[in-house]
């Protein structure tokens, strides 16, 4: 199957500042890609899905505000978490869409907030 | 909405034996994706295995398999000779045709545990 990777796979930051999860497809080109959030022991939860060159399409309940996706070239997305909270941390996971039916995950950048 | 129900949090069996999880899933379409993935430890996400709905016969993948029972919206994952590398959360996954934009419905998740 397809490569897709993730950086970083972990951060600490402290409450207040931004952060930014890049997550890379390596052998394909991703039309559409993907973010969830999976909490401990918990589901994965989808957050926004972005097609290139086009803005995110949230899921309700995600302030997209707070949760900056952009998807600049069919190989690249980021997820900024802007002003982190405690209550943001959680495990982060992006998955991208070539041309087929399947998914593609990342390994995950698991975030905690001071 | 699709939902996906996965009513056992936890399963264990025995290495070398076969286990069944379960997995049901609520849906007004008739045509959609099914599908297994399994998260081990590393948190990895990993496509077991997939069903398209309009296909009546079971996928298989080795020692994996499903049964799909569509009348009753139902998708089990059979593994058979459970090896010590099975353990993991097992989630189903539901995936429209038509609408949802390609979204995948995931399922609470299965943990299961094997015994050596």
């Known amino acids: 199957g397809a490569v897709v990777s993730q950086h970083p796979s972990w951060v600490i930051c402290k409450s207040g500042t931004s952060v930014k999860i890049e997550c890379r497809s390596l052998?394909?080109?991703?039309?559409?890609m993907f973010w969830y959030r999976q909490f401990p022991k918990q589901s994965l939860m989808l957050m926004a899905t972005?097609?290139?060159?086009?803005?995110?399409?949230?899921e309700q309940g995600v302030e997209k505000d707070k949760f900056l996706i952009n998807h600049a070239s069919l190989t690249l997305s980021t997820l900024t978490v802007t002003s982190a909270h405690p209550e943001d941390s959680s495990f982060y996971i992006c998955?991208?869409?070539?041309?087929?039916?399947?998914?593609?995950f990342g390994p995950g950048t698991r975030l905690t907030v001071l | 909405a699709q939902t996906v129900t996965q009513s056992q949090p936890e399963m264990s069996v025995q290495e070398a034996e076969t286990v069944t999880l379960s997995c049901t899933y609520d849906?007004?379409?008739?045509?959609?994706?099914l599908f297994w993935y399994k998260q081990p430890p590393s948190r990895q996400m990993i496509l077991v295995i997939r069903?398209?709905?309009?296909?009546?016969q079971n996928a298989t993948e080795n020692r994996f398999s499903v049964n799909f029972q569509k009348a009753a919206k139902s998708f089990s994952l059979k593994i058979s000779d459970s090896q010590l590398g099975d353990a993991a959360m097992y989630f189903c996954?539901?995936?429209?045709?038509?609408?949802?934009?390609?979204?995948?419905?995931f399922g609470t998740g299965t943990r299961l545990a094997v015994r050596p």
């Open positions: 849906t007004s379409e008739s045509d959609y994706y």
């Open positions: 069903q398209e709905a309009y296909k009546q």
């Open positions: 996954a539901y995936r429209s045709v038509k609408s949802s934009g390609d979204k995948l419905t």
């Open positions: 972005s097609n290139e060159g086009s803005k995110a399409t949230y």
């Open positions: 998955s991208e869409k070539g041309g087929g039916n399947e998914q593609f």
């Open positions: 052998d394909f080109q991703a039309t559409t």
